[in-house]
């Protein structure tokens, strides 16, 4: 069974950092185009960032110069760091796999696994 559990959300202040994860099982991260997507309450879930399994990012404009996508395939595993963090942050964090080969999108549609989502409260 193809899974994808997401961790590392919290509450954190204007600012701060934080580190996601998500770790795959029944399946090999590196092989797929990893997304991450977050939606804020009442809004559509946006794209973030996205690695594809040649190692290559694309992050979206509003978050390139704070957050960071990696993969540590020992441990099957795609991370986002997220640096100064700011209300406008705050959402679930979703981590979604696209079939092999696959360019990365920012559609969710375009995304069939999805984790569970991680809640991320950036507030003072």
């Known amino acids: 069974q193809l899974q994808l559990v997401e961790s590392g959300g919290g509450l954190v202040q204007p600012g701060g950092s934080l580190r996601l994860s998500c770790a795959a099982s029944?399946?090999?991260?590196?092989?797929?185009?990893i997304g991450w997507f977050r939606q804020a309450p009442g809004k559509e879930r946006e794209g973030v960032s996205c690695?594809?399994?040649?190692?290559?990012?694309t992050t979206t404009i509003n978050s390139v110069s704070r957050f960071t996508i990696s993969r540590d395939n020992a441990k099957n595993t795609v991370y986002l760091q997220m640096n100064n963090l700011e209300p406008e942050d705050t959402g679930v964090y979703y981590c979604?796999?696209?079939?092999?080969?696959?360019?990365?999108?920012?559609?969710?549609?375009?995304?069939?696994?999805w984790g569970q989502g991680t809640q991320v409260t950036v507030s003072s």
């Open positions: 029944g399946f090999t991260l590196n092989a797929h185009t």
């Open positions: 979604a796999a696209r079939p092999p080969l696959y360019a990365c999108t920012w559609s969710a549609r375009d995304y069939i696994t």
């Open positions: 690695i594809r399994p040649t190692g290559s990012t």
